[in-house]
Nanobody, 115 residues
Framework: QVQLVESGGGEVQPGGSLRLTCDSKRTISLANAMGWYRQAPGKSRELVVIMRSSGETTYTDSVKGRFTISEEPALGVQYLQMNDLRPEDTAVYYC?????????WGQGTQVTVSS
């Protein structure tokens, strides 16, 4: 059974940084795509970044230049480095993996940006 366990969320001041981790516990490998979504209070879930097995990476415009996705395939771990955080980045962040048309989600981790 696929597991995706997120960590690294928390509260930070505007301009601060956080690094989110998504650990699959090696329950999935060779994904077709992976990425991160977020859901702010009262809003629908939105894509933050997707990275395909080809290496092609797409960021939503609001995080370009501030957020970076990376992975350690041997460990089955992906990261989201978030710099220059803004109050509008406040949301629950979910990691996501797709393989052969099947989608898997983590449980979410809260990120709060507030002064």
């Amino acid at each position: 059974q696929v597991q995706l366990v997120e960590s690294g969320g928390g509260e930070v001041q505007p301009g601060g940084s956080l690094r989110l981790t998504c650990d699959s516990k090696r329950t999935i490998s060779l994904a077709n795509a992976m990425g991160w979504y977020r859901q702010a209070p009262g809003k629908s879930r939105e894509l933050v970044v997707i990275m395909r097995s080809s290496g092609e990476t797409t960021y939503t415009d609001s995080v370009k230049g501030r957020f970076t996705i990376s992975e350690e395939p041997a460990l089955g771990v992906q990261y989201l480095q978030m710099n220059d955080l803004r109050p509008e980045d406040t949301a629950v962040y979910y990691c996501w993996v797709e393989k052969y048309g099947h989608e898997f989600w983590g449980q979410g981790t809260q990120v709060t940006v507030s002064s």
